[in-house]
């Protein structure tokens, strides 16, 4: 605890700390003031009431707070054009279409990475007796921690909104039977679901009002299906657009190709429901051994056990 408390008391380190709490909270003020910058701007307000985004790049290009954070993307984004890809995948898919998203995604990994371990050793420097070393090696596993934690949340924010439209996809292809039965077209009977989509599932709407605008702006209706596959990631509207494309290309009618789709959508589905209903026996093994049955080897056998104890002695 001496060595702690002459390293708190360093001139050096008390110029360090102090560094380190002022670059993350520089970098905190880019990023609250990138994201309330983009949030707060007129043109972005108004492309987020029409729906509409860049037809080529699927982004919304906005001038604010984005044009000062762009400098740092040279020194924080990955060097390889692969891995910038991928990441700007993930950030689409994720929702956020900014071109300054992952920028703020690294500077997000920055301040956790700093701001964390600040406050963590600041805590138990207060309340525990701890070695040095060992505050150290805490300090370095919280940081990681930050660094890594932007990444999580990112895979749990597309995991929700994969959930979200697949569970909203069956309402919708049922929508879009019904409309190209009734005599619309694909483009009409589109932005008719997306209409109708809007209360139940806002997500999917606003995905299927994309596509909406691609189309609108001249752009092929199975090129723009393939956006919304590229941009969705799920393999349900991928097999969706094949059938489409085929449909077009063999001039098929669009409406059985739609039943037929949404016939297996819903087989899928009740498999999917089967699948999770069988692993229910394997999932109770846990709560079976570790809270069941002990407490039922309680209630059953303690009273015996007692007795025989009681008897013996």
């Known amino acids: 605890?001496?060595?702690?408390?002459?390293?708190?008391?360093?001139?050096?380190?008390?110029?360090?700390?102090?560094?380190?709490?002022?670059?993350?909270?520089?970098l905190a003020a880019f990023l609250f003031l990138s994201i309330a910058g983009e949030r707060a701007?007129?043109?972005?307000?108004?492309?987020?009431?029409?729906?509409?985004?860049?037809?080529?790049?699927?982004?919304?290009?906005?001038?604010?707070?984005?044009?000062?954070?762009?400098?740092?993307?040279?020194?924080?984004l990955p060097k390889h054009e692969k891995e910038r890809e991928t990441l700007k995948l993930k950030l689409i898919r994720a929702g956020f279409r900014s071109k300054t998203a992952a920028i703020n995604l690294y500077i997000a990994k920055i301040v956790l990475a700093i701001v964390l371990p600040i406050a963590v050793l600041a805590l138990l420097v207060s309340t525990t007796e701890l070695d040095a070393a060992f505050l150290v090696l805490i300090a370095s596993a919280v940081s990681m921690t930050g660094l890594f934690l932007p990444n999580y949340l990112l895979?749990?924010?597309?995991?929700?909104?994969?959930?979200?439209?697949?569970?909203?996809?069956?309402?919708?292809?049922?929508?879009?039977?019904?409309?190209?039965?009734?005599?619309?077209?694909l483009n009409a009977a589109l932005q008719r679901v997306a209409r109708q989509m809007d209360i139940s599932s806002p997500l999917l709407a606003r995905e299927l009002e994309q596509v909406n605008a691609e189309m609108r702006g001249g752009m092929d209706r199975i090129a723009?299906?393939?956006?919304?596959?590229?941009?969705?990631?799920?393999?349900?509207?991928?097999?969706?657009?094949?059938l489409l494309s085929q449909s077009v290309r063999f001039g098929s009618a669009i409406a059985d190709i739609l039943r037929i789709y949404a016939e297996e959508f819903r087989d899928k589905r009740s498999q999917a429901a089967e699948e999770q209903a069988a692993l229910v026996g394997t999932k109770l093994i846990f709560p079976l051994c570790f809270c069941i049955f002990p407490s039922f080897f309680i209630v059953a056998v303690g009273p015996a056990v007692v007795a025989l104890v009681k008897a013996l002695a």
């Not at 749990?156 to 909203?168: C, F, V």
């Open 1 to 26: 605890m001496n060595s702690l408390t002459t390293l708190a008391e360093s001139p050096f380190f008390v110029q360090l700390l102090a560094g380190a709490i002022g670059v993350a909270v520089m």
């Open 41 to 76: 701007h007129p043109l972005r307000r108004r492309l987020n009431r029409l729906g509409t985004v860049d037809l080529q790049t699927s982004e919304v290009t906005e001038p604010g707070m984005g044009s000062t954070l762009r400098p740092f993307g040279t020194y924080l």
């Open 155 to 185: 895979d749990i924010r597309i995991q929700k909104r994969h959930r979200e439209m697949l569970y909203a996809l069956p309402d919708a292809l049922d929508l879009l039977v019904a409309c190209t039965e009734a005599g619309l077209g």
């Open 224 to 242: 723009a299906l393939r956006n919304l596959t590229h941009r969705t990631g799920l393999e349900e509207i991928r097999g969706l657009v094949s």
